[in-house]
């Protein structure tokens, strides 16, 4: 069994720290966009995946942005998360409610 890995922590985390789209970033990297949607959902490499690392939201996730105390790029209750750890707190927040 071949446990050699094609990603270093750090491309890892500049992996999921990248605006790019996946079919950029597989030309990039020399893999497959789903190896980028992956990495980024942290389906793989979770172990080399940045403290505190969240998914971004999908279609259904609860979401920052979609909850009624979003004012657009803060929590209108004051919480310092979304910012801080991304709009995908909402699924850890017990004040997410859907606008």
Known sequence: MNNRRMFTPEQVAAIV?????????????????????????????????????????????????RCQEWRGDHCSMGFPDPIEEGIGFAMDCSLFHVA
């Open 17 to 65: 720290g990248s605006s790019e789209k996946n079919p950029a970033l597989g030309r990039i990297y020399g893999c497959s966009p789903e190896t980028i949607r992956q990495i980024r959902a942290g389906q793989i490499y979770r172990d080399a995946l940045p403290d505190g690392y969240r998914p971004p939201p999908g279609p259904g996730d609860p979401s920052c942005e």
